[in-house]
């Protein structure tokens, strides 16, 4: 009789206990025998199944039936390697045998200790990964029990790439034998964590058991150490935290190589730039110290300066200042302190004055698609303008003379996006990924032919990551590109809180302030001009909604102002209300008339009407007869 705490001490013993019929199927097992094995047996299931065929469950079935006494090792099929001792029972009990399973003994520490002191003698001296990986192999063929080791590496999201093996038999390679296993090679490599498998094929008829142990760097599996097992062996958890700590030593190295790769590529690109920066910096001195010398002459001898020159030199100076601040702007970038000032900005607006500006500076068609509907978004004005000035200096940059430019803005999905479409030299595929990095130029985009430095991007794609948006491209190299700058819309409801913006152009102080109180107190956010010229700064700069312009102001002012002002390329029209007795002769019969002096409620009325009527019914100067704004 046993005593009933027996149970319990069982439970301490490494082995587990298991008692056959002469069937071979189970007749009793101690309850914790799943949870010391692995395998999962009730009374009544046939033993053999729960074994991996092969040489050592032949031996094994071989002493049961002829009920001898056997020791030997067995691989479970959840591929787990056991060693099994057999006692048949006492003859005066019912027939049978003990089955006692223990974890293999198999490790050879002495031998694993040797394996690693090898690759880490490699490691110490190598940063060659070639070098290490094979070095790996050959020491894990010959001091453990492994007949074939592979090192796999998955470098930069390519696929896997064998780049060593050692084979202990050189037959029955498994020259293809990623294909077989592409699942638990697949496994290792996402779950971070040796995987076993059995190779059909390899070895003998049975096959060969492998396990795949995973190249572990600090964030990501850089590969595999895959170890192929003599036929009839499998691998202790015991062995495969060994070899885990092997392949982390060449883990190790791979990573170092990478860094040390990363490294010198980026000196190189360090070197490179500096080349190109101080070459970049040095072509605008070169003629701004002429004309200065060229300048200083002509005062010397009395002469007047052209104004030419101080134009040809104010541009050079205008080319250094943009480099310094590009430079400027990236160790900002770096250092996270380039900031926004965000406010409500009008993105149609700013489309169409910064094509006016190159349309001025370059003989090439640039055109410009605006859409009717007015698109705000928050954005920095200074910081986006710089952003659209650098798409369209790449595109006329990188496109031949003559080549329209297609600027497109459009609204998609609570956002404004804005194309620049060039037919250029486009960008090579291989560059695509890497164009919004700094320093980066494309393989095609050669300095000789095309100078620059590779920060315009990098600089633009920030801004508009700052912006809550995105800069993305398309391009096709030897057709052309497309950049796309997106940014988020406000909502419509931030929109109506915008206030209605009138510019107003008032030669009469007093009546300038009376208009100026009147809208200003109604909600209208108000502009006032002195002059055309200024007049015309202002509307360059912000969108307004209407101008409100006295009809007696000296025509001298009011006719530069009229005639740029028509001449503008403003995405929409902007209408005009007329102040005075009458409409003057230049004025478009349908265009709103209020009284001056001012009378408050009917100013306000013909402001608020004129912001609400349909488009078509607007006085709009553009349908003005172009002679008709030519006041003299
Ligand atoms: P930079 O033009 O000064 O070199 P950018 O950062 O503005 O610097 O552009 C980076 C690289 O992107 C350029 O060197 C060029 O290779 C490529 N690139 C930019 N815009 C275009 C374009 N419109 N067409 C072709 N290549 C372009």
């Known amino acids: 009789m046993l005593p009933s705490d027996f149970q319990d001490i069982l439970a301490c013993v490494p082995q587990a206990v298991l008692r056959i019929g002469p069937d071979l199927r189970v007749a009793w097992l101690e ?30 079935e071989r002493s049961l039936r002829e009920s001898r006494g056997h020791a030997g090792h067995v ?84 696929p896997l790439r064998r780049v060593a093996v050692s084979d202990l038999a050189s037959t029955d390679s498994p020259e293809d034998s990623l294909e077989a296993h592409a699942d638990s090679f697949e496994a290792a490599l996402v779950t971070r964590h040796p995987q076993i498998g059995v190779q059909r094929g390899y070895g003998d008829a049975v096959g060969s058991i492998f396990a795949a ?55 190189r690109v360090r070197e490179e730039f500096m080349s190109i920066a101080s070459h970049e910096l040095k072509t605008p001195l070169t003629p701004l110290k002429l004309i200065l010398y ?9 002469l007047p300066v052209e104004p030419s020159t101080v134009v040809k030199a104010k541009r050079q100076v205008d080319r250094l200042a943009g480099l310094v601040n590009d430079l400027l702007d990236v160790s900002r970038l770096e250092l996270g302190r380039l900031s926004l000032e965000p406010a409500p900005l009008e993105l149609g607006h700013l489309v169409a004055e910064v094509v006016d500006q190159f349309r001025l500076a370059f003989a090439r068609p640039f055109s410009l698609q605006v859409p009717r509907e007015r698109l705000w978004v ?137 208009a100026e109180r009147v809208l200003g107190d109604a909600g209208f956010e108000v502009l006032t001009a002195h002059g055309g010229v200024d007049a015309l700064r202002r509307v360059s700069h912000l969108p307004v909604d209407v101008v409100l312009l006295s009809a007696s102001a000296p025509p001298t002012q009011l006719g530069i102002f009229l005639a740029a002002f028509a001449e503008l390329p403003r995405a929409r029209p902007v209408p005009i209300v007329l102040a005075g007795a009458s409409r003057p002769a230049w004025a478009h019969p349908e265009s709103a008339l209020c009284s001056r002096p001012y009378r408050e409620l009917e100013l306000l009325g013909a402001v608020r009407s004129t912001l609400s009527l349909p488009e078509e019914r607007l006085s709009p100067l553009e349908r003005l007869p172009r002679e008709a704004l030519m006041v003299p």
């Open 31 to 60: 309850p914790d025998f799943t949870a010391k094995t692995g395998v999962a047996l009730q009374p009544g299931d046939p033993v053999l199944e729960a074994l991996e065929s092969g040489r050592g469950r032949d031996a094994l």
């Open 75 to 158: 691989i479970t099929t959840g591929l787990k390697q056991l060693r099994i001792q057999a006692r048949p029972c006492r003859s005066d009990s019912e027939p049978g045998t003990w089955l006692l399973f223990e974890p293999s003994g198999a490790d050879d520490e002495v031998a694993f200790a040797q394996a690693l002191q090898e690759i880490a003698r490699e490691v110490g001296e190598t940063l060659d990964v070639d070098n290490v990986c094979k070095a790996a192999v050959l020491a894990v063929v010959r001091c453990a029990q492994v007949r074939r080791a592979e090192v796999y590496l998955a470098e930069d999201g390519q």
């Open 213 to 267: 142990v995973p190249l572990l760097a600090p964030h990501r599996a850089v590969g595999l150490l895959v170890l192929y097992k003599e036929q009839g062996t499998s691998f202790s958890l015991r062995e495969l935290d060994l070899w885990s700590a092997a392949a982390g030593q060449v883990a190790v190295t791979v990573e170092n190589a990478r860094l040390l790769r990363e490294a010198q590529a980026a000196l």
């Open 294 to 302: 060229s300048m200083e002459r002509r005062m010397e001898q009395g």
């Open 378 to 514: 928050r954005g920095d004005r200074d910081r986006l303008e710089q952003v659209l000035v650098n798409l369209l200096e790449n595109a006329h940059k990188y496109s031949p003379e003559g080549e329209t430019i297609a600027v497109e803005l459009e609204s998609v999905a609570g956002e404004a996006r804005l194309h620049v479409k060039d037919r250029g030299i486009g960008i090579p595929a291989q560059d695509q990924a890497r164009l919004f990095q700094r320093f980066y130029r494309a393989g095609n985009a050669s300095y000789r032919n095309f100078g620059g430095l590779g920060l315009g991007l990098f600089i633009s794609h920030s801004i508009a990551r700052l912006h809550g948006g995105s800069l993305s491209l398309t391009s096709i190299e030897g057709k052309g590109s497309t950049f796309t700058l997106g940014l988020p819309r406000m909502t419509s409801s931030d929109v109506r809180q915008l206030p209605p913006r009138v510019l107003l152009l008032d030669e009469d102080p007093t009546q300038e302030s009376v």
